[in-house]
């Protein structure tokens, strides 16, 4: 399977160096040599931390064509900008330790082990802690 994690935010939150830190974890290939089932071929999760002021709004999606999961982990920019990196991490890595999962089961996928691939990112995205 595959898992993307990116980001679209404002710069001064910071959250890309704690995707910078994920990617170094070497998640990216654990997930690629991963198998979970025929429902879903990727996850694409984009971490939002933008102003507030534009109004963005989280989106979820699945393409059945394409059996890819798209979506969104919204965080508040406005914390963002005033904690450590080290807080950064924990809250990114436990925001998407929780809802990753929690938006997959909402999903009735008929072909998808969901226990195994909750345990294997809980322990993948929690290197970095």
């Known amino acids: 399977m595959r898992l993307f994690i990116t980001c679209d935010i404002n710069w001064e939150s910071r959250v890309n160096w704690v995707l910078d830190t994920l990617y170094e974890s070497g998640y990216v290939s654990f997930f690629e ?7 879903i071929d990727s996850i694409v999760v ?5 102003n507030p002021d534009l109004n963005f709004k989280q989106r979820i ?3 059945k064509k394409e059996k890819k999961l798209y979506l969104d982990i919204m965080l508040d920019f406005k914390y963002f900008v005033k904690i450590n990196q080290k807080e950064r991490e924990q809250i990114v890595v436990n925001k998407l330790i929780t809802e990753v999962p929690l938006i997959i089961s909402k999903y009735k996928f008929k072909d998808f082990n969901l226990p195994k691939f909750e345990i294997d990112f809980r322990n993948q995205m929690s290197k970095i802690l």
Do not use: D, L, N, T
């Open 46 to 50: 984009v971490v939002m931390c933008r």
């Open 61 to 63: 999606r699945f393409s």
């Open 33 to 39: 040599e991963q198998i979970y089932g025929s429902a």
